[in-house]
């Protein structure tokens, strides 16, 4: 017989569920129901929480992104922690990038959100842990915080997504690099 979930295990296992339902059927596809059956639950568990499958994928898409997000990196350097961060998206979160941007087309056009909507850097911690990156920078003196402008924080990770985004694949070390030494480090020194 299976374990009883209440509060925060109950909360999880029904948005870890609508994630599945959502990449392996895409948002054309995804259903209430079929979240009810990943989840081993019943319909009223699940629409006591949300009421409708928009308001589940928003729900779903902030979950995965804050029990995704990479730690901060702290190498004791701006180039190396940039680098490392990135290579952790550029590798492990690819599936993550892709299922973000195409399985939910289809959602951006019926709703009409944008991916900005969803990936709201406060909700999902990724502001946080950015600035906390920048803020060591700026005390090594590494950069100047003058120069640094939240569009220019997050120009290295733009860059990274439209690089995964145009080949679903793993990005190259070597095109990470170009992107940090070529065109971030040089806006903010």
């Keep these: 017989m299976a374990q009883r979930r209440h509060g925060a295990a109950l909360e999880t296992a029904l948005l870890d569920a609508a994630w599945d339902e959502l990449t392996d059927n895409g948002y054309a596809r995804f259903t209430m129901d079929g979240v009810v059956k990943r989840a081993g639950t019943s319909p009223p568990v699940l629409y006591r929480r949300w009421s409708d499958r928009d308001e589940l994928i928003r729900a779903t898409i902030v979950h995965v992104l804050k029990e995704s997000r990479p730690g901060v990196p702290d190498t004791g350097s701006l180039r190396e922690d940039v680098l490392t961060l990135m290579r952790e998206i550029a590798t492990a979160h690819v599936q993550l990038v892709t299922v973000m941007y195409a399985h939910l087309a289809s ?26 990156l920048f803020d060591r920078a700026i005390d090594r003196g590494e950069i100047k915080p003058e120069l640094l402008t939240e569009r220019i924080k997050t120009l290295p990770f733009v860059l990274l997504r439209h690089e995964i985004l145009s080949t679903f694949a793993p990005v190259p070390d070597h095109v990470l690099e170009e992107i940090v030494d070529t065109i971030f480090l040089p806006l903010v020194h």
């Design 107 to 132: 959602y951006y056009r019926e709703t009409g959100r944008s991916p900005s909507d969803l990936f709201d850097p406060v909700a999902t911690g990724r502001k946080a842990a950015l600035d906390t």
